[in-house]
């Protein structure tokens, strides 16, 4: 059986005893063991990353960003081999996996920019021949810890940025699907980047926590589950890291009397169901406004919802394949239990589907409820499949405070050809990336990412600008030059520029 090891200081590294199994999800099997590392695997790393970032932070800008650019042309070449490799770990489409490795590579893009966005700032002229500038320094060995569900596009939005700015860069990935993280770190060797500023560990808690307690690693970066997220920026910034955490959602599209309701069913089959559900910026919730619009969105919907096509990975023709995992598959369905008896009407079941050929994949089909109510634990939590329920609200204000009040403030959209009640919601509704007719809005690499309440921990951002902010300190210089005549000022009053 295939053996994933860590990859440190350049190369495979196969340390320590405990392992974890990687299934096939289309099959039911398991296809490769990881490594679960622990301390002394970190260790490793953290000695090869405290041999390579002096040097590294040291190269300027512009050649950091040629190995960027460097990358961008190697994962390219490398694109149908990564989405094939993604696809039988994680069971998303392969049209789907190559968008995941996409919408990492557009953040190296922004990194490719790198020189731009680090440029500090500068007052010529503060006071009498004194000059204030600023600069932006990496902050040394960092580290990121991601989920299963973008084994690509999140471990890309982090190192992208994180080695561009001068760091090495200690990844762990989920170790649910580990090989892409692995590989990608593989093909940044090639494009040049010294050894040991780019490195994966696996593992599980036990690594988790290594790298939490670790003294030399500066910053920590992190996506998954709530709950996970808390505990990660709790532990991190007791121990004095800079710390984001960005945790589950459950988001909402609004759709408003006067939206299209073609282009509403069609957005919302691909965002409830695509990748299975399992995104977090899903649109696992729809709220009609009026129940006139809530019927007729269900009259149009149901019949859309039962085309969709459940299939294995590979198949070109399938809207979604199986989710990650049995014990992922058996949640999901205990939440379809769930909403059912509290009273949701389960229009469209899901459960018990199998496909033929591959009865022991992890498969489930659309599910769709109507009438769920805001007081349902299943609609207060995140469900994470391909399950979609409807809330029907009588009035703009109700659907407004649903999202607004929801534990979860990741993403939310509205449909509707009103260009003030887009705009008023936009402006009021509590929650971080709002979308206006767009279902998934993720915003572009050049911006930033993160959801609010419990959706994140922290306060500064993925990719972007924020990203630089986040992977950077920022060290301010005042400078006087004086032209040598005496000012006669007294030394022992605080310095004013007046
Ligand atoms: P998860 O929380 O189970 O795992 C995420 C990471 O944490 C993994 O690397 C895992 O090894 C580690 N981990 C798991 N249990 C741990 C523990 N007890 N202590 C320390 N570390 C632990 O999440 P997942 O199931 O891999 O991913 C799905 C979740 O991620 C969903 O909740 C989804 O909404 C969320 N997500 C959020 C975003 C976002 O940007 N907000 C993006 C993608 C996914």
Redesign the pocket.
């Known amino acids: 059986m295939r053996n994933i090891d860590h990859f440190i200081a350049g190369a495979a590294f196969a340390s320590g005893e405990r392992h974890g199994e990687v299934f096939d999800p289309n099959n039911g099997g398991v296809q490769a063991k990881v490594r679960l590392g622990s301390a002394a695997e970190l260790e490793r790393a953290v000695v090869a990353a405290n041999e390579a970032w002096p040097a590294w932070a040291a190269t300027n800008p512009q050649r950091r960003a040629r190995v960027m650019f460097k990358y961008k042309e190697l994962v390219e070449r490398n694109m149908e081999e990564l989405a094939l490799l993604l696809s039988s770990e994680h069971g998303k489409v392969v049209a789907d996996a190559r968008g995941d490795v996409q919408r990492g590579l557009e953040v190296i893009e922004f990194a490719c920019g790198i020189p731009h966005a680090l440029k500090g700032e500068y007052t010529q002229g503060a006071g009498p021949g004194i000059d204030v500038y600023s600069m932006r320094q990496p902050l040394g060995i960092v580290a990121g ?6 084994p690509a596009m ?1 471990p890309m939005w982090m190192f992208g940025v994180a080695i561009a700015c001068g760091n090495a860069f200690i990844l ?5 699907d580990p090989s892409v993280p692995v590989r990608l770190a593989e093909l940044m060797k090639e494009a040049g980047l010294p050894d040991g500023i780019l490195q994966v560990v696996h593992g ?2 036990e690594m ?1 926590d290594a790298i939490l307690d670790h003294d030399e690693i500066r910053a920590v970066s992190f ?4 709950d ?1 997220a808390h ?1 990660i920026y709790s532990r991190g910034t007791a121990n004095g890291k800079r710390v984001q955490a ?4 459950k988001n909402h599209g609004i759709v408003m009397p006067d939206a299209d309701l073609d282009q509403v069913v069609n957005d919302l089959a691909g965002a409830a169901f695509g990748s299975a559900g399992e995104r ?1 910026m899903a649109l696992p919730v729809v709220v009609p406004v009026g129940n006139k619009t809530a019927n007729e969105l269900r009259e149009a919907l149901v019949p859309a919802i039962r085309k969709l096509r459940v299939g294995v990975s590979t198949d070109a023709e399938a809207h979604y394949g199986p989710v990650v995992n049995a014990a992922h598959k058996q949640r999901i369905e205990d939440y379809i239990q769930m909403c059912a008896d509290e009273g949701g009407e389960l229009v469209i079941d899901g459960r018990g589907f199998s496909l033929q050929g591959h009865e022991e994949g992890f498969f489930i089909g659309p599910t769709f409820f109507d009438h769920v109510k805001p007081t349902f634990r299943s609609y207060q939590e ?1 469900i ?1 499949g391909p399950v979609l329920q409807m809330v029907r609200a009588d009035t703009f204000e109700e659907a407004l405070r649903l999202p607004s009040e929801h534990q979860y403030g ?1 993403g939310v959209a509205i449909f509707t050809r009103n260009g003030h009640a887009a705009r008023e919601f936009a402006h009021r509704v509590n929650v971080g990336m709002v979308g206006i007719n767009v279902p998934i809005p993720v915003p572009v690499a050049y911006h930033t ?1 993160g ?1 609010w309440k419990r ?2 921990f922290g306060d500064i951002n993925q990719h972007g600008p924020e990203g630089v902010r986040f992977w950077t300190k920022v060290k301010t210089i005042t400078q006087r030059w004086p032209d040598g005549s005496v000012t006669g000022e007294n030394a022992f009053v605080i310095p004013t520029m007046g």
Do not use: L, M, Q
């Open positions: 810890i991601t989920p299963f569900n973008f999140i762990k990935p989920s170790e649910r599980d808690k988790v996506v998954g589950s709530s996970i505990y960005f945790g589950g959602a977090c995140e994470f990741n990412f959801g959706s994140g």
